[in-house]
């Protein structure tokens, strides 16, 4: 019987090294993430933007401790289950459907990434993955 599961280990393998969670530009967080996160963690929303978000222009992301880290990182992920969606889709992100050089840069910092693969079999994983969000 045909499956529609998305194998993705042909494609990535994280190996927890933790460097996707250092250094970004600002992990966006949308009011739903607010309150997953703020839930899971065991506060209140206000709270949890005053203590674990900075803002980007006026948007709030992760804050980042002075190491460069997320402030949720510690030798894994905290917040795993609630995570926002950019991490969650990592590294299987829509602008790989615009350009899949995309996948090789990103294969810089991330050791996980299997760089030997078919630009198609990656586009028709990303494609799979963002339709299961809608
Ligand atoms: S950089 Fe890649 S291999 Fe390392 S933790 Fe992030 S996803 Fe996993
Ligand atoms: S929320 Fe988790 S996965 Fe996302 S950057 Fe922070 S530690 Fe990494």
């Not at 280990?9 to 992990?27: I, S």
């Not at 992301?61 to 889709?89: E, N, S």
Request: glycine share 6%.
């Amino acid at each position: 019987m045909p499956s529609d599961r998305i194998d993705t280990d042909a494609l990535f393998e994280c190996r927890m090294c933790g460097n996707c969670c250092k250094g970004y530009g600002g992990t966006y967080v949308t009011r739903e993430d607010i309150e997953a996160i703020s839930r899971y963690i065991g506060t209140d929303s206000r709270k949890f933007v005053a203590q674990y978000c900075q803002l980007s222009g006026k948007r709030p992301v992760l804050a980042q401790r002075p190491d460069g880290y997320c402030i949720f990182w510690d030798k894994l992920c905290t917040i795993h289950p609630v995570k926002p969606p950019m991490c969650r889709r990592w590294p299987f992100l829509g602008s790989l459907l615009v350009d899949s050089k995309n996948w090789q840069i990103m294969a810089d910092s991330c050791p996980g990434i299997h760089t030997d693969v078919p630009v198609r079999t990656l586009e028709k994983c990303v494609k799979k993955i963002l339709s299961k969000e809608r």
